[in-house]
DNA sequence: AAAAAGTTAGTTCGATAGATAAACAAACTT
DNA sequence: AAGTTTGTTTATCTATCGAACTAACTTTTT
């Protein structure tokens, strides 16, 4: 008997509410929830005891009584279920098992180096299957595994191109879910990062951000009304190659003048190549900050000239999208100390005062490993929404 | 006996999915609502009764048999209400009354110089009340007013600022509001734009667009998953001061090498004059096209190198946003035919490939008032979603 | 200290709105 | 006359709501 619309939606929708105040506003009772959300205490005491049979929440002892009979607190069960999230970087592979509120339980780092594609998926399933295993047991286990990659990732999973890793047209889902069965999730490094940064970050209480990954390019991860934005394909986000000198130097994009030409990690090391200011063939990033912090002038230059770059680009889109938030993260940010500064001051010098107004600037906290844990949330989030469509058997 | 929340709410979205059905399927009959909604029959029955009554449809005579009975058509009665759409420029008012449909029923076009803000309100409302006893009669009448302004616009309909009007904080929402007494809309003239391109221009099938409103400056309407974008504030899509020569030279927004001194039509002008093509003063972009249009070389290169400069506005766009579709619109779309080749050619060469494979780049078709009709169907729907909203009394 | 009164939390139950399925009537075609 | 399709009617079901009710407290009164 398929009642084919809408009136086991309602129940969906609201039954959903109600997890997600109870997820939002932690410790809460039956009665605020049905103050909260607008629904009559009955439907809010079905709801919840079906939450509770599903093992999606539990019930904690009782609360504080406001003067009358003290009420039953209810907490999410975070731990019904883990996420797996992976940030694919360049030379390393970092990995976080979390809990469906996104707090690590278990994480894992390992470094490689000129590896060929088989011996990167070989260290991705090391990592994933240490996770695993490391996992407490719970009622739904894996609940999925997000992973963030560098390169242009579309809706389908697929990395089309990721230039750093030498890799192109890559199913890296599909090559994963065959493994462990569990849905997979295949992210652009920077929309995971702009997630995470909502979800965990600094841009927790902010719906219009633009997350901007300075590393060795540049990407960006747009969120919207809250929301992801991926574009027609999933391509958006690629600032790097924004033209920001019409008249200047070539791009391997084959274009001329792109952002990250003049902003990116790699810009700075070749800079630092270029005015000669060491000898040797290998250059660092960290390397660099330490020799700012020892106070070398030259150096500071140059991080300075970086942050002022990354600020034509950051100006371009606050007139674009008119965020309430910009974060800079990934490696860059690093750099914080020196490029800030400048960052801020030439915002504040050449963008128009309406955009001035509101816009908050932030540095990604590099403790937090906004990516891996952006995935991670896109999983649970995922396993929520389709654990709540499922109907009672 | 108020019943706050959701069991009413799933029958005003399943008429108002029935409504959208019956205007988009325009004369289609119960039983093939019935089939498309995957509503229940009786259920579209009742439905469609209720909104016979509310007189936003009809019953046209009997349609084609398909074997047996002969089904009842339905009709969306455009005609239950009008709109009226504005746009504002900088030297003409243009307004247009429509019908629910957003088929233009009357328009009129005033021109004006130099005058004072109120000289201009004054021409505004004798706009509007000439289209209000221009309509016909009908059980809604005029359901509301869009205005489409050449500046900056915040959420609450305050014009902030519309240098080519002389315009500062002009509550425009509210003076029209309080001598009309129906809802009005004022938006930004690019979203207007946007939105009119996407509803009855050539962006009709595509949800991820950008429109560029190429006029003395340059904004953008940006339309993502078939919704305009509006930014925090509302001032998204200032993209004509958006960086694109970093040593380029220097705009009255305070910053340097924006693109809008590059593309518009303020830059073909003041380039046109640098150059010296003509002695006179004052020249315009008609009589630059006829000159064009006659051969002369300097003109065509002019207009070539326009082109050019706003491709790579383009070009960072369509890296941002990853759009469907790029509708390039206002005045300089009038100079397509020199201008085309190039943006089409120049994107080619420097876009990266992924994002080209399905882009497409349109001109705006000029008859088609696309800013008015924008505003003008902003109004329509707004007026329908609320009407939905009412409980019978 | 005990009892009574007042509050708040959570459950139960009848009423109700609106959707569905299925039967039915109407109006056709074959 | 038989079969089809359209649209209406009716019985049934689901999920919410309002209100009554029980439970478990706190506060006030005696």
Same mark, same amino acid.
């Given at each position: ?19 997600? @105040? ?39 002892? &009782? ?11 209810? @907490? ?20 976080? @098992? ?22 990167? $998926? ?13 996992? &407490? ?68 209480? #902010? ?53 990250? @030409? ?39 230059? $140059? ?19 008119? &965020? ?38 932030? #540095?990604?906290?590099?403790?937090? &490993? ?24």
């Amino acid at each position: 008997m398929h009642v084919t619309w809408n009136q086991q939606l309602v129940k969906k929708e609201n039954k959903s509410l109600v997890l997600s @105040l109870i997820i939002s506003h932690s410790p809460i009772s039956r009665a605020d929830i049905a103050q909260q959300s607008g629904l009559n205490k009955g439907t809010v005491s079905s709801l919840v005891s079906e939450l509770l049979e599903e093992q999606l929440i539990y019930e904690s002892g &009782p609360g504080e009584s406001s003067g009358g009979r003290r009420p039953v607190m209810l @907490l999410f069960n975070q731990g019904a279920g883990y996420s797996i999230g992976l940030d694919l970087g360049v030379n390393y592979i970092f990995g976080v @098992l979390t809990d469906l509120q996104g707090n690590i339980v278990v994480q894992k780092n390992e470094k490689y180096k000129n590896s060929s594609f088989e011996e990167t $998926l070989q260290l991705i399933q090391k990592v994933i299957s240490f996770l695993i295993s490391a996992a &407490p047991s719970s009622p739904y286990g894996i609940v999925g595994i997000g992973i963030g990659a560098p390169g242009i990732v579309n809706k389908e999973g697929d990395i089309l191109l990721a230039p750093n890793l030498g890799w192109k047209n890559i199913s890296l889902k599909t090559e994963i879910e065959n493994v462990y069965n569990v849905p997979v999730i295949v992210e652009n490094e920077a929309n995971a990062g702009a997630y995470g940064e909502k979800k965990f970050g600094s841009g927790k209480h #902010f719906d219009h951000l633009v997350y901007v990954s300075a590393g060795i390019g540049i990407g960006a991860g747009i969120i919207m009304n809250g929301e992801l934005y991926n574009g027609f394909n999933g391509y958006s986000g690629e600032v790097g190659h924004m033209t920001i000198d019409r008249n200047g130097i070539k791009c391997i994009c084959g274009n001329k003048g792109c952002w990250e @030409l003049y902003a990116s990690e790699q810009a700075l090391l070749s800079k630092a190549q270029i005015v000669n200011i060491n000898n040797k063939t290998e250059l660092s990033l960290g390397e660099l900050m330490e020799r700012a912090r020892n106070g070398e002038q030259a150096v500071i230059t $140059l991080l300075e000239e970086i942050g002022q770059n990354l600020a034509i680009g950051i100006i371009n889109i606050i007139h674009t999208f008119n &965020p309430q938030q910009i974060i800079i993260g990934n490696r860059l940010a690093a750099a914080k100390q020196w490029i800030e500064p400048q960052v801020q001051s030439t915002i504040n010098n050449f963008t128009l005062p309406f955009h001035q107004t509101d816009i908050k600037i932030n #540095f990604s906290d590099l403790t937090l &490993p906004a990516s891996a844990l952006g995935v991670a949330a896109f999983s649970s989030e995922n396993f929520l929404k389709s654990r709540l469509q499922m109907n009672k058997e």
